[in-house]
């Protein structure tokens, strides 16, 4: 008897008069309870943030909210149409500065760098580097990137408080996100395939090109969706490196403010906590949005 | 001829993609060279560890000293870990082994949509439903601002990192394990504790590692509901526990509120600050990817 696990070598009557058996499965009921709680306590954490928000804000969104521009002052009047506007172009330029790079970047690692392993000297060691470069700053707190981008792109390079230096900025932030999705994208594709291809006389390129990467594209497009995603809830990058003025910014050099940052000043420099609510309702609608496509994304991907 | 330029091709973009790949790293290098290039005059003048040393930051007088910041950030973080760790892992215990299919689908949307939110609203729901509960806490001092508040809002935002990961790795252990153990007699609890959880443990301290890395380098929902008063929190009567409604400022809040205006050594300081972070974050996320590695093997 002595010599079998700690839980069976109670008496055979426990406390409470139950057998060693009973007296377990009572164990396991509550703990199985508490477990349900916190699963629970998951989904309310989620209901009561996100139901909050939207009853107060709802009554506020309408198009004329969406469609008049912020007019400013303590009580927040007006709109939000030009932090929507400045939002699209925001997310525009960061995807289309980091996607090329990621995607690149993402399909060099996972489909170049293995049979580089195999050269001798200084590459290799290069591809280490690179990998442990993308690592870092998928870990790198966002303001890190705004004060990066603030020092480089706002002070050293002189393009100010503006679109083009928080895109910059954004496009730094979301980069490890699309390396990692495409490379995951990739390992995804059989094996099978590049085989085939190659066998057909195709050089390496054409392979990745016409076989590998249609094949992938339904799992790198998750990578972008979820960037944009990133994008439209960042804060502290756009904080300080997008100037956060309220009117639409009409060229790359101009400041504006995002849906985020009009929350973040709603809520800190004026009482119109309601605008504020309502600004929120529309980037939960947005993530709402986005997780929708990234899950649809995801199921058409794994069905192949 | 055609082979020729074909090869050609494939020569040229296997460069272009190996440059493509280099670019992180190109940034991570520029971002380590910028802020330490910039925070070097404060180093150089004020001295790193009277930084670290110090809790008076009086940028009118020529005082920057971070400790206060720092120790905001750490009870930051120690707050949401006793609120966050305990639901997350027993979330991820509970979409892992025990949730029936229907209640998984729910639990898991939520928790990826928890992760989706921006910290601004967190930040927002703090300020308008969090702070006035906590202001009514009878205690002289109290402005509902503080360290409290701070750890509620950031433990529901640790709660899909942790939650996520923590599940993988439980997930990971080896059916072989569990069905020994249930083969031996012992309840699914029991096998949980006894068996599961211990074989995911490394992944388990990596998940929660990540979570504090996380909880350090939240910015702008900190802002809003911590108070952003620079003091070295202390509890404000004879119980300690009221240490958590002291005001307080994180490393990551003293960057945003001051950078816009901030010049000279005043600017200097914060990018210093800006590597103190860095550090610490760097310290915080390798051990986790190290605990993760070697549970690879």
């Keep these: 008897m002595s010599e079998q696990p700690d839980a069976v070598r109670s008496p055979e009557h426990g406390p409470w008069g139950r057998t060693n058996l009973a007296r377990r499965h009572l164990t396991e009921r509550a703990a199985f309870v508490l477990l349900w709680v916190a699963g629970g306590a998951a989904v309310a954490a989620l209901l009561a943030v996100v139901g909050y928000v939207l009853v107060q804000g709802i009554s506020v969104v309408s198009l004329d909210f969406l469609i008049s521009p912020p007019r400013g002052g303590l009580a927040g009047e007006g709109g939000i149409s030009t932090t929507v506007i400045t939002t699209v172009y925001l997310v525009a330029l960061t995807i289309s500065l980091a996607a090329p790079l990621g995607i690149g970047a993402g399909v060099f690692l996972v489909e170049y760098a293995g049979e580089m392993q195999g050269y001798s000297g200084l590459i290799p060691r290069v591809v280490t580097v690179a990998r442990f470069g993308v690592e870092t700053l998928a870990g790198v707190p966002s303001i890190i990137f705004g004060l990066f981008g603030y020092a480089l792109f706002v002070s050293a390079l002189h393009f100010g408080f503006s679109l083009l230096s928080a895109g910059l900025a954004g496009a730094c932030l979301i980069l490890p996100v699309i390396i990692r999705t495409t490379e995951e994208a990739l ?81 800190t420099e004026t009482n119109a906590f309601q605008k504020a609510m309502a600004t929120g309702t529309i980037l939960i609608v947005s993530i709402v949005v986005i997780n929708a496509i990234i899950n649809l994304l995801t199921r058409r991907f794994t069905m192949r | 001829m055609d082979m020729r330029r074909r090869y050609l091709v494939d020569r040229s973009v296997r460069y272009l993609l190996f440059f493509s790949a280099l670019i992180s790293l190109f940034i991570v290098f520029m971002i380590g060279l910028f802020t330490l290039r910039e925070a070097w005059p404060a180093f150089r003048e004020i001295g790193l560890l009277s930084m670290l040393t110090n809790s008076e930051w009086r940028p009118g007088r020529d005082q920057f000293g971070l400790l206060a910041m720092i120790a905001g950030s750490v009870w930051a973080a120690i707050g949401s870990m006793i609120l966050g760790v305990p639901l997350a892992l027993a979330g991820a215990i509970f979409l892992a082994e025990v949730a029936p299919v229907w209640m998984r689908g729910i639990v898991r949307s939520s928790v990826e949509l928890l992760a989706g939110i921006p910290s601004v609203v967190y930040g927002l729901f703090g300020m308008v439903v969090l702070l006035p509960v906590i202001r009514k806490i009878p205690v002289a001092g109290n402005t509902g601002f503080g360290i409290l508040a701070a750890s509620i809002v950031l433990a529901v935002m640790i709660l899909p990192t942790i939650t996520n990961i923590a599940e993988d790795a439980i997930r990971a252990v080896p059916r072989e394990y569990k069905e020994g153990s249930l083969a031996l007699g012992a309840t699914h609890w029991q096998t949980i504790m006894g068996v599961t959880l211990p074989a995911a443990r490394s992944g388990i301290v990596a998940a929660v590692i990540l979570g504090v890395g996380r909880a350090v380098g939240e910015t702008m929902a900190m802002i809003m509901v911590i108070g952003n008063s620079i003091v070295l929190p202390r509890p404000l009567n004879s119980n300690p526990l009221t240490l958590f409604l002291s005001q307080a400022r994180t490393l990551t809040g003293n960057i945003a509120v001051e950078i816009s205006y901030a010049t000279g050594l005043h600017e200097d300081a914060l990018f210093a600050t800006g590597v103190v972070l860095f550090v610490l974050i760097m310290i915080i996320n390798s051990s986790a990817n190290l605990l993760i590695r070697e549970r690879r093997r």
């Design chain 1, 187 to 267: 390992r995804a594709v059989p094996r099978s395939y590049r085989e085939g291809s190659l066998a057909l006389g195709t050089t390496q390129w054409q392979t990745v090109s016409s076989v590998v990467l249609p094949a992938a594209l339904p799992g790198i497009m998750t990578g972008i969706v979820l960037s944009v995603g990133r994008i439209i809830s960042e804060t502290a990058v756009f904080y300080v490196t997008l100037g956060g003025s309220s009117r639409a910014p009409t060229s790359l050099l101009d400041p504006g403010r995002t849906m985020a940052l009009h929350v973040f000043y709603l809520a």
